[in-house]
């Protein structure tokens, strides 16, 4: 096989996978830990307490995001703020009650955004400048379907919704933990989207990385609305394929000149 063939070969079986960014915002936070803290409402309508609400936080988060080796970002769960009541706030109005660069959780059993028993929690993110933060809700209403769900699934839903408050939108497959319908399923794992996406966000600083491109990590694509955002990720998209290129036709030339003495 000649080396056009290898490259050929090469560049056809790469995965290419494709994640999207959080659509308020098209960014995450501008640091690399966050804290997260539990607003002090009343959850058992979802099923638990308050105190087990953040139990089940820092469980996810172990489970999840923070057992991310190719992402810097560590969610850090503080605990209950009881300063901060959102019962009966839709998003917009608890995360004015949310502090600057933090993530504040809650349930809500009479805020008219959960009306319908299928909806199991939601997130919003806000960003001003380089500030952001962002509020994520469960669904505590009388009638709600949360408290029917097991231990499991109910962390795989914060940890979806914690996904959008740090800056991820949906992911259009089924395998991943950002896939745009968590009902249904249990989800043990994060899928190479939800990796994906949180190490574009949060990456760790590479010695291997050329002008921000790393010579031998998966191709990503991602969905942004900006079209400054798709332009300079297409370009270091393309850019990582040819510098994979170039490394790949350097190693076979190196292996050519062992093979000759």
């Known amino acids: 096989m000649n080396i056009f063939k290898i490259i050929l ?13 959080n659509s308020n915002t098209g960014k995450g936070f ?41 992402s810097a970002l560590y969610l850090d769960v503080k605990g209950i703020d009881t300063s901060i009541d959102i019962d009966g706030d839709n998003h917009t109005a608890a ?13 809500n059993d009479d805020a008219t955004d959960f009306d319908q028993p299928g909806i199991l929690g939601s997130a919003k993110m806000q960003c001003t400048g380089s500030t952001c933060k962002a509020v994520l809700i469960l669904n ?9 769900k097991s231990e499991g ?5 914060i940890a979806h919704e914690v996904g959008h408050a740090f800056g ?22 994060l899928g190479q989207d939800d990796i994906d996406g949180i190490t574009y966000l949060y990456p760790h600083d590479s010695e291997l990385d050329v002008l921000g491109i790393s010579l031998l990590g998966s ?3 991602i969905n942004t609305s900006p079209k400054s ?25 190196l292996f050519k000149l062992r093979d000759r003495f």
């Not at 070969?9 to 960014?21: D, E, G, P, R």
């Not at 699934?153 to 839903?157: P, T």
């Not at 040819?242 to 190693?251: A, E, G, N, R, W």
């Open 229 to 253: 955002d798709t332009t300079k990720n297409f370009l270091k998209t393309f850019l990582a394929g040819i510098f994979s290129v170039m490394f790949l036709f350097l190693t076979l030339r």
């Open 95 to 107: 995360i004015a009650k949310t502090k600057s660069n933090t993530i504040l959780a809650g349930c």
């Open 30 to 70: 501008n640091k690399n830990s966050i804290d997260i803290y539990v607003a002090d409402t009343d959850c058992s309508g979802a099923g638990f307490t308050t105190e087990k609400y953040v139990t089940l936080i820092k469980s996810a988060m172990k489970r999840f995001w923070n057992a991310v080796p190719t």
């Open 219 to 221: 191709c990503a694509t």
């Open 140 to 148: 505590a209403h009388a009638n709600s379907s949360l408290k029917n």
């Open 9 to 21: 070969v090469t560049l056809l079986t790469s995965n290419v996978y494709a994640f999207t960014l």
């Open 168 to 189: 991820l939108g949906h992911s259009e497959y089924q395998y991943n933990l950002m896939y745009y319908n968590i009902s249904g399923k249990f989800q043990k794992w």
């Open 153 to 157: 699934d109910v962390e795989a839903i």
